[in-house]
């Protein structure tokens, strides 16, 4: 069966029910995967890392020896108490996914070991995935799909994790902070670890903007932000200068093309939500719009109709296609976008 809702999901990760003989926990984000398979892991079994309890096999364990997850299953713990039988896939489509497909079918109807739990962990699945289509309707396996952070997750993962350490972060700094974060899990994991040693654990502390300028530094994602904001604000020289600025940092044309399709989703979702009768001033803050950038971004806002996006989003993706090509001149690609974006801009009256 799907587990979709996040409080299902956290429901079933702290106590799956005695029934479930399985879970299939995929999706892009592999450190959101990762954590929840520990997580999960954990609970099935008090020893997730003993051998004699746990069996951790890979895509190449299985394809290579045919039968051996089978064997797996069929095998009972040697010191008692249940068996936990995990796979990592590697979410392309092979013969992996048909071996696993398989396999997790026959646990289900029972030919196995039934106090056995089979955990599959996989990168995106497809829907024509064996793994999927056997897992999703089942009603004695979960099929969690995880996705990226939102702003909303990656500050409320911010907040635990330093209240654990009796820290804490103003407005302010925690929307500063958490725009400077990757969307990938165990990457943003990390800065909020580095983030807590930087503050210093137990310190009891609520930390502002300020506090935070010796540790963010000037970082190249920031310069990518000022470029597309300045794209989008019609100053090509200014966004041509953020962009060599976020190069010299140590940032390539592929990550420009994102932030600047960053900045059109904010645009968009602005434009959405003012269709459906919301205020200016509370689309923007619900796109997550940071206050430094809130005037410049009325202002944007308040020209670039959804009507005006919708070449430019045709234009960001056929970039970033094409800068993901091998041997492509991405940053060449970064500012002839960031130029065209900005002269259309200055038609706007930007």
């Given at each position: 069966?799907?587990?979709?809702?996040?409080?299902?999901?956290?429901?079933?990760?702290?106590?799956?029910?005695?029934?479930?003989?399985?879970?299939?926990?995929?999706?892009?984000?592999?450190?959101?995967?990762?954590?929840?398979?520990?997580?999960?892991?954990?609970?099935?079994?008090?020893?997730?890392?003993?051998?004699?309890?746990?069996?951790?096999?890979?895509?190449?364990?299985?394809?290579?020896?045919?039968?051996?997850?089978?064997?797996?299953?069929?095998?009972?713990?040697?010191?008692?108490?249940?068996?936990?039988?995990?796979?990592?896939?590697?979410?392309?489509?092979?013969?992996?996914?048909?071996?696993?497909?398989?396999?997790?079918?026959?646990?289900?109807?029972?030919?196995?070991?039934?106090?056995?739990?089979?955990?599959?962990?996989?990168?995106?699945?497809?829907?024509?995935?064996?793994?999927?289509?056997?897992?999703?309707?089942?009603?004695?396996?979960?099929?969690?799909?995880?996705?990226?952070?939102?702003?909303?997750?990656?500050?409320?993962?911010?907040?635990?994790?330093?209240?654990?350490?009796?820290?804490?972060?103003?407005?302010?700094?925690?929307?500063?902070?958490?725009?400077?974060?990757?969307?990938?899990?165990?990457?943003?994991?990390?800065?909020?670890?580095?983030?807590?040693?930087?503050?210093?654990?137990?310190?009891?502390?609520?930390?502002?903007?300020?506090?935070?300028?010796?540790?963010?530094?000037?970082?190249?994602?920031?310069?990518?932000?000022?470029?597309?904001?300045?794209?989008?604000?019609?100053?090509?020289?200014?966004?041509?200068?953020?962009?060599?600025?976020?190069?010299?940092?140590?940032?390539?044309?592929?990550?420009?093309?994102?932030?600047?399709?960053?900045?059109?989703?904010?645009?968009?979702?602005?434009?959405?939500?003012?269709?459906?009768?919301?205020?200016?001033q509370a689309a923007a803050k619900a796109s997550g719009?940071?206050?430094?950038?809130?005037?410049?971004?009325?202002?944007?806002a308040q020209a670039w109709t959804l009507a005006e996006?919708?070449?430019?989003?045709?234009?960001?993706?056929?970039?970033?296609?094409?800068?993901?090509?091998?041997?492509?001149?991405?940053?060449?690609?970064?500012?002839?976008?960031a130029l065209r974006i900005s002269l259309r801009a200055?038609?706007?009256?930007?």
């Amino acid at each position: 069966m799907i587990v979709q809702r996040r409080p299902d999901v956290e429901r079933f990760l702290a106590a799956p029910p005695p029934s479930f003989r399985a879970a299939v926990i995929h999706g892009r984000d592999l450190g959101i995967v990762r954590e929840r398979a520990q997580a999960l892991a954990g609970v099935v079994t008090a020893h997730p890392d003993d051998p004699f309890d746990v069996a951790l096999l890979t895509e190449a364990d299985i394809v290579g020896e045919e039968g051996r997850l089978e064997g797996e299953l069929m095998a009972v713990s040697m010191m008692g108490g249940r068996r936990l039988v995990r796979l990592r896939l590697s979410g392309e489509k092979g013969g992996g996914d048909r071996l696993a497909g398989e396999a997790l079918a026959g646990h289900l109807e029972g030919r196995f070991n039934p106090d056995a739990f089979l955990l599959i962990e996989a990168g995106a699945l497809g829907k024509d995935s064996a793994v999927r289509k056997c897992a999703e309707p089942a009603p004695g396996c979960a099929a969690i799909a995880c996705y990226e952070d939102e702003p909303g997750d990656l500050a409320r993962l911010t907040r635990e994790a330093l209240a654990a350490d009796r820290l804490g972060l103003n407005a302010d700094a925690l929307e500063l902070f958490v725009g400077r974060l990757p969307h990938e899990r165990g990457i943003a994991r990390r800065e909020i670890e580095r983030l807590i040693l930087f503050l210093g654990p137990g310190g009891n502390r609520t930390a502002t903007a300020a506090d935070l300028s010796d540790f963010l530094g000037v970082e190249p994602e920031a310069s990518l932000s000022d470029a597309a904001i300045d794209a989008f604000g019609g100053r090509h020289t200014a966004a041509h200068a953020g962009l060599r600025r976020a190069a010299q940092e140590g940032e390539g044309g592929v990550g420009a093309i994102r932030a600047m399709g960053g900045h059109l989703a904010r645009l968009r979702r602005v434009g959405v939500l003012q269709a459906a009768g919301s205020g200016l001033q509370a689309a923007a803050k619900a796109s997550g719009v940071f206050w430094k950038h809130e005037r410049e971004f009325l202002r944007q806002a308040q020209a670039w109709t959804l009507a005006e996006l919708t070449p430019i989003q045709g234009e960001i993706l056929a970039a970033d296609r094409a800068s993901k090509q091998t041997s492509s001149p991405d940053r060449l690609l970064a500012e002839r976008l960031a130029l065209r974006i900005s002269l259309r801009a200055r038609r706007l009256g930007l």
